[in-house]
């Protein structure tokens, strides 16, 4: 079975024996499952790696497009220069009041950094050009077209039609078969944890105050 939007859909609409039920709103319900998956914990399925270039003179560059949380930060290149740089960061307020305009530093090897306005932002300017390896966590996939694949895997697609039908039974105020679809959708996911995050315990924690429960 293919683990497109469409079959996503048409899956939802058959359990619900309801053909008529909005497309959109189906759609819509899909994207929100899988977003709060993914915006909770940490899968293989929403971690993403990008190369940043930080050219001589220059103190930032663009964060990824998606750009969640930060995992690592490394120079990569020169290669006598391969740090780790994760360590170094500050939120902005603490990076602001340790650190002036990079106008009235020396150029010299990034170290102290922080985040805002979709930069990464540096202490001082580059006195080299350096090769960063970045790992992040990215934003779930935004699904529009039928043709659009999620990105949680097809042997889970269970959780997006199930999720998906919480929502719909809602709607509906059907919340009985809400209630039992979500105990479902529960064991599912923590076993969707077991199976891709073995740093989680398995255990699925209650994230709204509705009927629902990952």
């Not at 003179?57 to 998606?66: C, E, M, N």
């Not at 979500?182 to 077991?194: E, R, T």
Request: proline share 4%; hydrophobic share 35%.
């Amino acid at each position: 079975m293919a683990n497109t939007l469409a079959t996503i859909r048409q899956t939802v609409k058959d359990r619900l024996v309801d053909q008529n039920f909005s497309s959109a709103l189906i759609d819509q319900f899909i994207n929100d499952e899988q977003r709060e998956i993914l915006n909770y914990y940490d899968l293989p399925f929403n971690r993403a790696t990008v190369v940043h270039t930080l050219v001589q003179g220059a103190s930032q560059f663009d964060l990824p497009v998606g750009h969640q949380k930060t995992k690592i930060l490394r120079i990569t290149a020169p290669e006598s220069y391969d740090t780790d740089v994760t360590r170094f960061y500050l939120p902005y307020g603490k990076f602001r009041e340790a650190f002036q305009e990079t106008s009235g530093y020396s150029e010299s090897i990034p170290r102290w950094w922080t985040i805002y306005n979709n930069e990464i932002i540096f202490a001082w300017d580059s006195d080299r050009t350096f090769t960063f390896q970045h790992d992040y966590l990215k934003a779930a996939t935004a699904l529009e077209d039928d043709a659009d694949e999620p990105d949680i895997p097809e042997e889970f697609q269970e959780v997006l039609v199930l999720g998906a039908l919480v929502r719909c039974y809602e709607t509906n105020d059907d919340n009985d078969i809400a209630q039992y679809q979500q105990g479902k959708k529960n064991l599912l996911v923590a076993a969707l944890l077991k199976r891709f995050s073995p740093q989680q315990s398995g255990k699925v924690d209650v994230l709204r105050n509705t009927n629902r429960g990952i």
